[in-house]
């Protein structure tokens, strides 16, 4: 099951038009996959700060449904799926909450471990691998 993360539209999100500027919709899922890590236990700190481990994303893609408002209330699904031994993908969903709820954008982003030092890929860390499979 979708671990899903809950928040309001911003001020900040939005653009002069007042709808959720294109890029910010990234920045929207990156904060629901920090949370789902979290929530799943992880130390964000000492998992990205150690070693050589990068996981960087390498390819990122974006489906614009309907606009999003400051105050609008969001829901952001993650749901991660393994891609090989070095990568993994993850799918976001952000639905405007409401009588009825919306689908607003859908966003797909691959990431793959790396060595920051040797720039050649890695292995996924086992509790990483066990996040993606859980979800």
């Known amino acids: 099951m979708p671990f899903v993360h809950s928040r309001t539209i911003r001020l900040a999100d939005t653009d002069a038009a007042g709808v959720v500027f294109f890029a910010r919709t990234y920045a929207l899922c990156h904060e629901a ?3 789902a890590l979290a929530q799943a236990g ?3 700190k000492g998992f990205l700060g150690s070693d050589d481990l990068i996981i960087p994303i390498a390819k990122s893609s974006a489906e614009y449904l309907r606009p ?5 209330r969001v829901a952001i699904s993650v749901k991660p799926s393994l891609l090989t031994p070095h990568s993994f993908a993850v799918d976001y969903e952000i639905t405007r909450l409401g009588r009825p709820d919306k689908l607003a954008a859908r966003v797909r982003t691959e990431h793959v471990a790396s060595s920051l030092a040797k720039r050649e890929r ?3 860390p086992p509790s990483l691998v066990a996040w ?3 979800g």
């Open 122 to 124: 890695l292995k996924l």
């Open 68 to 72: 999003l408002h400051c105050g609008d």
């Open 33 to 35: 996959y920090e949370e």
């Open 42 to 44: 992880m130390d964000l």
């Open 132 to 134: 993606i499979q859980t």
